[in-house]
């Protein structure tokens, strides 16, 4: 492996690295048009609880619907992304570890999985998107959560709520 970069692939990483951040916004907080801008057209996802692969538009509102009944916050952090530019393609594995808080008479829960993002980028038109994800799950835990914290705070934006990021 190379540690010779020019200025193409840094832009190039650059390209990739805001597109995951993008699919973390989107998903995170059910905003369609930023999940979208993540992926080209017709880009296959797999491994989403199915053992078929899906496209992003049959994705999109099947995952924001499951999110938005089944869990009143998720956060979805991105760390160690190796990133392999070759040309006008890419190959990305990025390591995720991702919260869902789940509410219900009995009180909380929080719903966590590890695992990593394996994406094959390319570049159409000057735009890196991602054209194919498969999803690796490392790990996961289903763990009983506390009360929440009380008192004056700012809450989480989600889909339909006030968030300074869309105001």
Do not use: K
């Amino acid at each position: 492996m190379s540690t010779n970069v020019d200025t193409t692939e840094l832009g190039a990483r650059a390209a990739i690295e805001d597109a995951l951040l993008r699919y973390c916004r989107g998903i995170d907080r059910l905003h369609v048009p930023s999940l979208e801008s993540a992926f080209h057209p017709g880009a296959i996802l797999e491994g989403y609880g199915s053992a078929e692969a899906t496209t992003i538009e049959v994705f999109v509102p099947r995952v924001l619907e499951s999110l938005r009944t089944r869990f009143v916050a998720t956060q979805h952090r991105m760390s160690n992304t190796t990133i392999e530019v070759d040309g006008d393609r890419a190959l990305a594995e990025t390591y995720v570890l991702a919260y869902h808080v789940m509410e219900h008479e009995g009180g909380r829960t929080l719903v966590t999985f590890n695992g990593r993002y394996v994406d094959t980028f390319e570049c159409r038109d000057g735009d890196w998107r991602i054209a194919r994800r498969q999803l690796r799950v490392d790990w996961t835990d289903i763990s009983p959560m506390g009360d929440p914290m009380q008192g004056a705070y700012v809450p989480s934006g989600r889909d339909g709520t006030p968030d300074p990021v869309f105001d």
